[in-house]
Nanobody, 126 residues
Framework: VQLQAFGGGLVQAGGSLRISCAASGRTFSGYGLAWFRQAPGKEREFVALIMWSDGVTYYGDSVKGRFDVSRDRAKNTGYLQMNSLKPEDTAVYYC????????????????????WGQGTLVTVSS
């Protein structure tokens, strides 16, 4: 399983950016695609999750109402639309996938995801 996140960059505070995550293979074998982020000197933080089959979404408190997670099942690609960006959103953003084994439920902890992309850097300037 390979995940590739791309689309990061430099954006001004208040601006928007959409990052994408392409999953290899013809089918998405997990239950959900999630986004985590890690800022320098900080722990990884849950950002958003979309359940692949039904599109139900979940968000971390710090991004709720500003970020929108989506997916295109035909393209095996996930998206994170980030609006009203703040300098504190600056981080490396990772897309991750669960194993698709066991109970189908939302997962919010990084150690519950065995498959990680390489990350894409988002920098928000003030």
């Amino acid at each position: 399983v390979q995940l590739q996140a791309f689309g990061g960059g430099l954006v001004q505070a208040g601006g928007s950016l959409r990052i994408s995550c392409a999953a290899s293979g013809r089918t998405f074998s997990g239950y959900g695609l999630a986004w985590f982020r890690q800022a320098p000197g900080k722990e990884r933080e849950f950002v958003a999750l979309i359940m692949w089959s039904d599109g139900v979404t979940y968000y971390g408190d710090s991004v709720k109402g500003r970020f929108d997670v989506s997916r295109d099942r035909a393209k095996n690609t996930g998206y994170l639309q980030m609006n009203s960006l703040k300098p504190e959103d600056t981080a490396v953003y990772y897309c991750v996938r669960d194993s698709g084994i066991g109970v189908r439920r939302p997962r919010f902890k990084s150690d519950e995801y065995p498959y990680w992309g390489q990350g894409t850097l988002v920098t928000v300037s003030s």
